[in-house]
């Protein structure tokens, strides 16, 4: 399933954010945690809005910084919209410089809410760390 781009320019992370949270509906319910092994295990990447409606924050060579919005309840050339945000500093030839670190530090910003980044939450009740952010026992 493709993405379609959400056709507004975004100067900072929050604006591309507030976007994502308007087209969704709803306010963040909980934290979305990343799923990606060698990237952002044990780091909140965004949140969900409800099980079939979520946001997150992400980083792509190509496409720079962006937000994900997901909406499995929409018609399906509009379940994935992406929010690009505009690269903040540019070269001497004018080429954009794009790198991950604002993402990774909002995602250990948020993530330090909840746990630990790069650990998740340690479980009092199993007395271990949970990337994902429960227990599965």
């Known amino acids: 399933m ?6 507004k320019v975004h100067l900072s992370i ?13 306010q963040d319910a909980e934290p979305y ?10 780091r909140v ?9 979520r946001w997150r924050l992400d980083f792509d060579p190509d496409k720079g910084v962006h ?13 994935k919209i992406v929010h690009k945000v505009e690269p903040a500093a540019f070269d001497s030839g004018g080429k954009a410089v794009v790198h991950d670190t604002q993402v990774r530090l909002y995602w250990n910003k948020w993530t330090t809410r909840y746990g630990a980044p790069g650990r998740g939450v340690f479980c009092k009740t199993c007395s271990n760390w949970h990337i994902g952010g429960r227990c599965p026992f």
């Open 2 to 7: 493709a993405e379609s781009d959400c056709g």
């Open 14 to 26: 929050e604006d591309a954010i507030r976007h994502a949270r308007l087209n969704l509906g709803g």
């Open 45 to 53: 990447v965004g949140y969900q809005v409800t099980r079939r409606k």
């Open 67 to 79: 937000v994900n919005e997901e909406n499995f309840e929409a018609a399906p050339s509009r379940r």
């Open 33 to 42: 945690w990343g799923g990606m092994a060698n990237v952002n295990p044990g």
